[in-house]
């Protein structure tokens, strides 16, 4: 008996030891983020590569395993669940249908493209179809949440993630640099950037030099992006099972019932807060950072699974693939604007 309670007490520190050491790269993440440079990538980014260097320097960590899976999995769909509160579904809504047709566009084409040049250049598939999903709609977020869906391994999601930060990141610059000379007026130029670009601070970190206005209708048109990843899901959860009935395999794909909780919880802070519940901007940016963290840490779990030598000859082909997908779009919907 005591032996059991002994290995029990054992097993229990190890998970919270687990859980601490994500959090603990993950905090460290966040401060590398306020560095020169490395503010441009943000605190996931970060944490992934610090957690990739220690694995390569260290090894996997195995008896903190339980602690950082439950954070790569449980705590990613919590995250997922607050982002909901970022998603204002009701300016979506008064902007009307077109704004959501023009990125259902955006969405076909850029998964559509990225699948195709994928097969082409004979990339992984996996992280393809990854890779196109971030890019269409909001980056690891979206990547986080269709994984378990499509089945991905986590190595592959996390080499994604970190393929979006690198990709928005540079993206967003080059946007900043080259909106002085754009003939384009701030509320087009803000259309523009949340149309193209990966993720929501990519698009606040490129839309900010059109100025109030162009900012907010750009974070409008991604926001509208964000919204569109719960049928998206279901359609993913269609295709996978119609794809196993089709190859007589009986795979079970699990409904990703937290999704429902993101879509509540938009609809809660969308119609709730601030209406009938009244919450200060230092709260909601309160839990704005929380969930921010939360998902960062769970990147940190994600990023211990990649391998360097595994990654140096998976990632070339996908890096290129999701740059060359990039640049049609930013090409494409610059015309569209």
Known sequence: MNSKIAGAERYQLFWFGGVGFTFILAGLGFALAFLPGLNRIGPMACSILLAVLYRQFFQYPILLKDGIQFVSSKILRFAIILYGLKLNIDVILQQGVGLLVKDAMVITFVILATVWLGQKLKADASVILLLGIGTGVCGA??????????????????????????????????????????????????????????????????????????????LVVKLGRVLLLVPLSLFLIYWMKRKHSDQNMSTKIDFPWFLIGFLLMSLFGSFVLGKSIYVSSEIMNGVST????????????????????????????????????????????????
């Open 290 to 337: 929380v969930t921010t963290f939360l998902l960062t840490s769970a990147m940190v779990g994600l990023g211990l699974n990649i391998s360097l030598r595994e990654l140096r000859k998976k990632a070339l082909r996908p890096v290129a693939v999701i740059f060359i997908v990039s640049i049609a779009l930013s090409i494409v919907t610059f015309l569209i604007v």
């Open 141 to 218: 977020a979206a990547i986080a949440a269709v994984s378990p869906i499509v089945k991905s391994k986590e190595d592959e999601t996390a080499m994604s993630v970190g393929i979006i930060a690198l990709a928005g990141t540079i993206f967003s610059i080059v946007y900043t640099i080259l909106r002085p000379i754009l003939p384009l007026s701030p509320s087009e130029y803000g259309m523009w950037s949340g149309m193209s670009l990966h993720e929501i601070a990519h698009v606040a970190l490129a839309g900010a030099p059109a100025g109030e206005k162009g900012l907010a209708l750009a």
